[in-house]
């Protein structure tokens, strides 16, 4: 008895051993120093991972979908063919895990989904106490990261004049930043960015009254320094004027003044920074920012925030990490990509270094673009960061003007001025990547990059101080060989049938051609398919019909043409709202019953005569409300029966349409005293 009790209490002491090594496994090393450089009781702010999501067979049926559907539909270009435009990594976190957190009292800063993982406040106690929990399974410092230095202009301000006649727009001071990397030439072939979504993730926006941004498409905003809706300046932690100054450069417009690369784009705008004191800059807000507007459709992130190693006491990442698979924000810029969406970063102010890179995360990244800066001379910028990634990879990416700038004054709402830094060559460059996309929107991600890298100035020998050079945007958008050229379209829908007619200049290895509809511009039906010339240098005529009734009031519709290979492109979408009814159709009148009047409406199918008479029920005429010649579409008149008494009357319409089509209805109405 004596022995067996020994022998229990033995396995109970080696299983709480083996316990609590497995436990103190979840703390990293990085954990534990932080949790032994400081008191018991100070609030450390941390990665918790999951084990998992729990039961997620859920999420696997029905019509359940993570992110909207412009997401989803972005997201097809970087799926295989058969397969959901997301995968596990897009699911919810399981929210039993985050209420155990809570309960403890760990304080939950931002969920992320990418991750399986919260960012929370924990102390030693709290994060010991989590060790315990089997769903956890590790727990790491956030890393702290250092602001990018700001830049004082580095060279005098060099303006260049633009040329009479030549170009659409009137760019202002803002000409020789954009002529350095060909954007007037584009916007002169009408691509200004259109159907791109861009994300600006910065330090804040706070004069969004700015006359450069009265145009300017704001689908979304969020602060997640301090989790709120508002961008801008108030009584919250953060200055935004840097946030000011790199959107005008993106996206502002305003003629003869500031003119950014793609000022029809849509955008999504992030406050991812504190700026209100040296405290070190914490990379989760970023990522919750990368995942939030992945979800709205983003095409395209700008960050103008290049992020590296913070001094001691604070531990964080060196240029040892930048290695493209160390920073976490740098693992969530690549997994943005492979979600579909191109991902720009400055690559920082930090200059030169002999023996080393200076880059600032996530510009590391194998699938991020990052942006360097030139002058007006094409130079590199003295401040510009250099690469190469430790594993050995060319960096920067890419370079655009980054010295005296011309952007919005954050002062004045009418007011421009320069800055410097790679702030503001990340922007116009990721404004030359919307135009790329929106000449070419089924490109992915990786061929957007090619098209920007191997169409610069420096592409024949890339280096780690200019990368592949100076972008050229007139020469990115035309990258990838077009196998249709000189493609016109037009549409029309009558008497219930769709009629499409396009043409071409020429076609090269051009398989065919398919027409869609949609009567949302978010659901696509295939309408058909034509077959395509082939190679050919003589322009061609299309005529696509179909019979489609339909009682929507528009219709959107476009043409995917479709190559040899099996690639595909879409023309610009046309919408059509003046659909004529298939058939005459006297409608009921409104309000019925009335007093002291009503509208009748009819559909006219053609042009013809439309003859509407009042009658009693005793089938006496009491009035001709109309007789006279009618156009397609919807006809109506107001009957006002002021002199007639109560009662029930009839209307009745006969209508003769060209064609000789003649067609009577009645319908009945009650009049009210």
Known sequence: MKNRFWIVLSVILLTSALAAQQGSEKLTPGMKARIADNSPGTSHLVWIYFTDKGDISVFKQGDYTPVSPKSLERRKKVTAPGTLPYDESDLPVNSLYISRLEQSGIQIKHISRWFNAVSAYATAAQLQYIQSLPFVKLADPVALLKKPARIQEDEPVSLLKQPDGVYVFNYGNSFAQLNQIKVPEVHNLGITGQGVTIAVMDAGFNRLSHESFNTMNIIAKWDFVNNDPGVGDSTDMGYGGHGTQTLSTIGGFKEGQLIGPAFS?????????????????????WIAAAEWADSIGADVFSTSLGYIGFDAPYPSYTWQSMDGNTARITIGADLAVKKGIVVLNSAGNEGFHSTQNTLGAPSDGDSVIAVGAVGSTGNRSSFSSVGNTVDGRTKPDIMARGSSVTVASTSSNTGYTTSSGTSFSCPLAAGVAALVLSANPTLTPMQVRDALRNTASNAAAPNREMGWGIVNALSAISYFVTPVEGWSMRASYISGRLNLEWQTTSESNNYGFEPEYSFDRLNWQ????????????QARVYNFSILLNTTASKIFVRIKQIDLGGSFRYMNEIEIDNILPAEFA????????????????????EAGNLNIEIYTVTGERAMVLFNGAVAPGQFSADFTPADLPAGIYLARAVFQGVSGQKVSQTTKMTYLK
């Open 586 to 605: 006297l409608l009921q009148n409104y309000p019925n019953p009335f007093n002291p009047s009503t509208r009748m409406k009819a559909d006219i199918p």
């Open 526 to 537: 295939s309408a058909g398919f034509v077959e395509g010339a082939g190679t050919t240098m």
């Open 265 to 285: 784009s849509a955008y999504i705008l992030a406050k991812t920074e504190n700026t209100d004191s040296e405290t070190p800059i914490e990379e989760d807000n």
